[in-house]
């Protein structure tokens, strides 16, 4: 049996869109002179303009898509988020939020009715995202939700020229960055590259024991957060580890994992376009490329101690009172957020923060900054 026959079979239409951006790979693999970097084989499958997974139509994120985010599973993760953005929006004395990466829009949409109902609204709610396609998705969303707050929603095509005051928030934005592939051969990092096998792709072979990967972005990405917040704070969520464990002797084959339709599996050189590929994030890397470049460490700690510090039970109840009905559905919620079997302790929040300086509500519970 072939590895692909254990995933669910492609439609005609979707291996015909994945067969054009293969041709495009080879293309560039042949004027590269036999291989790319795999850091540009992940960047061409998941951002090839008009082809790539997160530029082109098909649904992603959600039940009927090929894997599901935490604003997906309840809006109490959104709220509690909410709760966090209102602390850092009245400490600046108002301010804007940007959201990098806004999916379906529906954080955007729960994010913006807890902040009305704080009576702590921000100024504009920006959404920047790589995928084109997503923007109409995300109006549908917020008509459907918050019409009366859709005049605040702007989306951008590029970072604010002028820097912001308020809150910069990036759920599950940094795993969908392109990463550079390496394994360890005598000590030293061999960067693997991608080569023509057959009609897919395949690595060139190298001798060793040991791959992983790291964001060779990061540092240039952080950056661009710096240049975009004149003061306020750098929020992301997202599923990986400190250093250490990042690279730990045992985990030898890294951590790269691909989605498609709620399967996951090890091969992201097949479908290229079709499925989601992804590394987890090494938060001691973000946290040092963000200190490099003029940011403070607000905090660090698992996702479970961020919601549960930003009232999550709180918020719980409230929606309890107001729908009893859905106790069943709402405890469940808060198990896969909160559970560390499920997102609560392999997702982790960093707060960076520029030109204010306070105590963040999030890390009161549990801050973990020691570990990274
Ligand atoms: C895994 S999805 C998460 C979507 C959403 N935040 C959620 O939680 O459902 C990652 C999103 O981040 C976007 N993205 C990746 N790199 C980005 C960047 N540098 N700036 C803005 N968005 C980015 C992708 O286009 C994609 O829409």
Redesign the pocket.
């Known amino acids: 049996m072939r590895f692909t026959d254990t995933l669910p079979t492609p439609s005609a239409e979707a291996l015909a869109h994945s067969a054009q951006l293969a041709e495009r790979i080879r293309i560039a693999i042949i004027a590269n002179g036999g291989s790319i970097p795999f850091r540009e084989f992940m960047r061409m499958a998941?951002?090839e303009p008009g082809l790539g997974y997160?530029?082109a139509g098909s649904r992603?994120?959600g039940k009927d898509g090929d894997?599901i985010?935490?604003?997906?599973i309840s809006p109490l993760f959104s709220q509690c988020l909410a709760n966090q953005c209102a602390q850092v929006l009245t400490e600046l004395g108002g301010g804007d939020v940007l959201?990098?990466?806004?999916?379906?829009g529906?954080?955007a949409a729960d994010m913006l009715a807890r902040l009305e109902a704080l009576h702590c609204l921000p100024e504009r709610y920006l959404i920047?995202?790589?995928?084109p396609e997503?923007r109409d998705r995300q109006r549908q969303t917020l008509q459907r939700h918050v019409p009366h707050l859709l005049a605040r929603v702007e989306w951008l095509e590029r970072l604010p020229e002028t820097p912001l005051r308020g809150v910069i928030v990036?759920?599950?934005?940094?795993?969908?960055?392109p990463v550079e592939l390496f394994t360890l051969v005598d000590g030293d990092r061999v960067i693997r590259q991608v080569e023509i096998q057959g009609d897919g792709f395949d690595l060139v072979p190298v001798e060793g024991h040991y791959t992983s990967e790291f964001n060779p972005?990061l540092p240039g990405?952080m950056r661009s957060m710096a240049d975009s917040l004149a003061a306020g704070v750098l929020l992301l969520i997202d599923y990986g580890y400190e250093q250490a464990d990042y690279y730990r002797p045992d985990r030898t084959q890294g951590t790269l994992i691909c989605h498609y339709q709620h399967r996951v599996h090890d091969n992201p050189l097949i479908y290229p376009g079709l499925q989601?590929i992804?590394a987890s994030v090494d938060f001691t890397a973000v946290a040092h490329a963000g200190l490099d470049v003029g940011f403070t460490l607000g905090g660090y700690t698992t996702q479970a101690a961020f919601l549960a510090s930003n009232a999550l039970e709180t918020l719980f109840i409230d929606a309890l009172q107001t729908n009893p009905a859905d106790q069943y559905k709402l405890a469940q919620q808060i198990r896969t957020l909160s559970l560390p079997s499920e997102m609560g302790e392999r997702f982790k929040v960093i707060g960076l923060n520029k030109g204010v300086a306070f105590t963040w509500q999030g890390f009161a519970l549990a801050s973990q900054q020691h570990r990274l």
Do not use: C, H, Q, R
């Open positions: 998941l951002y997160y530029v992603k994120i894997f985010t935490a604003p997906e959201e990098l990466g806004a999916g379906s529906i954080m920047l995202d790589l995928s997503l990036g759920n599950e934005v940094l795993d969908a960055m972005n990405w989601d992804t």
